[in-house]
């Protein structure tokens, strides 16, 4: 008696589940299938190998500084320079971002939760506006140059430059760094720093010996968090760097937009592929150096 | 707070609000001008709210994203309340596997790969065109419904497991014990959710847009759209409204969470007493 009524209760559990489970088979799983699949395929659906090796070996002249033209892979090129960006910007989010998630753990309760509020407000405003506003702040004749030469100064040209779409990375992500370290940073317990002190630490090796090893999960969370969206971004490059630099989500933008969907695809899935081995990579570095190789 | 940490905040707070101040401020500005403050004015609030296509697009985000909540906060809640209760270590680690996907693939590529399957499968049925207000509510269930489950699954864990079996041991069909005992519990955590969902929906670009068609265009759409050419300070005002609509959603949400708050630290103080 007990046995079968213990099971029926399982069997109303597995039925609430069972919508979710279908739903995530079919447009989440399936769709994932259907990058591969697309991404191997021609036009008429047979197999190929094509899309994947024009990733690899397609070539373009490409204009230098001097005005000379030599012959690039664009498509390596265009992922090595998305990769260096969102490289960039997520240390610049580590950098800038960690001493704000430390200041807001070590302030008062009613401090920290104001300050919390604060970082998440720019969040709110859509993220295409939050671009465009950098756009009119940074450009030739906008609010920075006009200070700039009211004061009598010369005006800076950052529109266009890879500095101004690291800017607008590194200001669309920053609170995606910033909370995760400091969710962990405000539970550590205060007796270990206290311990440390103690033991002979002083303020900095406090900070690099103790602090720094434990918030190592909110950091692994917070680069993936920065990384992830920094790497895949199309509107922010178009924008601030004035369509001068192709980035890899502008590719498959591109290639979508041309009704390339294959290619599309196949971009879709080399970078796929290599976001899960690089994030696979920094898991098993932070864990390493958090344990000690343990 | 030492001077030099309130320094860096500030520095770091100031470089966060630029922009959103000089939307605000922008968005009253007499010229069409986005550099330089020649008076105030509401011209562009007017203008707003003369444009119709705005206002449709506005409209038709606001039915996407209820509809989006409502479905992936139902789906969401029964799968929690489902995956609670799971014995199967193998079914309970392929759930949190799919929950992960959608948070963690890169919005281009979950708006890419549920665009190829809606191409695919519209041209199996002889469509030109497969993309319309459907495919995009899908898409939205799909990224929202995970947020709702981690809204929900921490209050189910934290709930004390003996209430929902006394009510039944009290003669409660599972059924009832669900609805009068562990709905009410994890409320919180379901309204955060639906907020939370209602929020991502309102906001979402890059999904949407690949996802998109038939000419139902939502507002990040349009906005995308609108700056592909020069901007005026009418989509400055769109933002200030919306970014106030948001901060008062979320500011409720808040509000939601600290009452919980509130009480579970009261109940546990009762609790310790007895």
Redesign the interface.
């Known amino acids: 008696m007990k046995k079968s009524c213990i099971s029926?209760?399982?069997g109303?559990?597995?039925?609430?589940?069972?919508?979710?489970?279908v739903?995530?088979?079919l447009?989440?799983?399936?769709?994932?299938v259907?990058?591969a699949?697309?991404a191997f395929t021609d036009n008429s659906f047979s197999f190929t190998t094509e899309n994947i090796t024009r990733f690899f070996t397609a070539t373009s002249n490409m204009i230098q500084d001097d005005g000379t033209t030599t012959e690039v892979r664009t498509y390596l090129l265009i992922f090595g320079r998305s990769l260096k960006l969102a490289v960039i910007s997520t240390l610049a989010c580590l950098v800038?971002g960690y001493?704000?998630a430390y200041?807001m753990a070590?302030?008062k309760e009613k401090?920290q939760k104001t300050?919390v509020?604060?970082?998440?407000?720019?969040m709110?405003?859509?993220?295409?506006?939050?671009t465009?506003?950098?756009m009119?702040?940074l450009?030739d004749?906008?609010?920075i140059n006009?200070i700039l030469t009211k004061v009598g100064l010369n005006p800076i040209h950052v529109i266009g430059s890879e500095t101004a779409v690291i800017i607008g990375m590194v200001?669309d992500y920053?609170p995606y760094m910033v909370l995760p370290i400091y969710s962990i940073l405000a539970k550590l317990d205060v007796k270990l720093l206290e311990a440390a002190r103690d033991l002979g630490c002083g303020t900095v090796s406090v900070l690099r010996r103790v602090v720094f090893p434990l918030s190592m999960p909110g950091v692994v969370s917070g680069i993936?968090m920065v990384l992830?969206?920094s790497?895949?971004t199309?509107?922010i490059s178009q924008?601030l760097g004035n369509g001068k630099f192709f980035l890899i989500?502008d590719a498959?933008?591109g290639q979508?937009v041309a009704n390339n969907?294959h290619f599309?695809?196949a971009i879709?899935f080399i970078?796929?592929l290599i976001?899960l081995v690089g994030?696979a990579i920094v898991k098993y570095v932070a864990a390493k150096y958090v344990y000690g190789g343990e | 707070m030492k001077l030099s940490a309130k320094i860096y905040s500030a520095i770091i707070f100031g470089f966060l609000f630029a922009p959103i101040v000089v939307l605000l401020i922008f968005s009253f500005n007499e010229s069409k001008s986005l550099s330089v403050f020649s008076g105030f004015s509401w011209k562009w609030y007017e203008e707003l709210l003369r444009d119709r296509n705005t206002l449709e697009s506005v409209k038709n985000t606001l039915v996407l994203a209820a509809s989006a909540t409502v479905i992936s906060t139902v789906m969401g809640t029964l799968a929690a309340v489902g995956i609670n209760k799971l014995r199967s270590k193998w079914y309970r680690a392929a759930m949190n596997t799919v929950t992960d996907i959608p948070m963690t693939n890169p919005d281009i590529i979950t708006g890419i790969s549920l665009m190829l399957m809606f191409v695919f499968v519209g041209r199996l049925f002889g469509a030109s065109t497969s993309l319309n207000f459907f495919t995009m509510l899908i898409a939205h269930v799909a990224f929202c419904t995970p947020y709702v489950i981690l809204q929900v699954l921490p209050k189910l864990q934290q709930m004390d497991k003996a209430l929902p079996e006394a009510a039944m041991d009290l003669g409660c069909t599972p059924m009832r014990a669900f609805l009068k005992v562990e709905l009410p519990e994890i409320m919180p955590g379901i309204i955060t959710g639906a907020i939370m969902a209602f929020t991502l929906s309102l906001d979402d670009f890059v999904i949407s847009y690949f996802t998109s068609g038939n000419g139902f265009e939502t507002l990040p759409i349009r906005i995308y759209g609108m700056t592909k050419k020069t901007v005026t300070p009418k989509m400055y005002a769109l933002a200030t409204i919306i970014f106030f609509v948001t901060m008062a959603l979320l500011l409720i949400s808040n509000f939601i969470d600290n009452e919980d708050r509130k009480r579970l630290s009261e109940v546990r103080k009762k609790n310790k007493k007895s």
Request: aromatic share 20%.
């Open positions: 029926r209760t399982q109303t559990y597995r039925a609430a589940l069972a919508p979710y489970s739903w995530s088979l447009f989440v799983i399936v769709p994932l259907f990058v699949y697309y800038l001493p704000i200041i070590r302030a401090t300050m509020t604060l970082i998440m407000i720019p709110w405003m859509n993220f295409l506006i939050r465009y506003a950098w009119t702040i450009q004749t906008g609010i006009g200001y920053f993936t992830i969206p790497i895949s199309f509107y924008k989500g498959i933008e979508y969907l599309a695809a879709a970078l796929m976001l994030m």
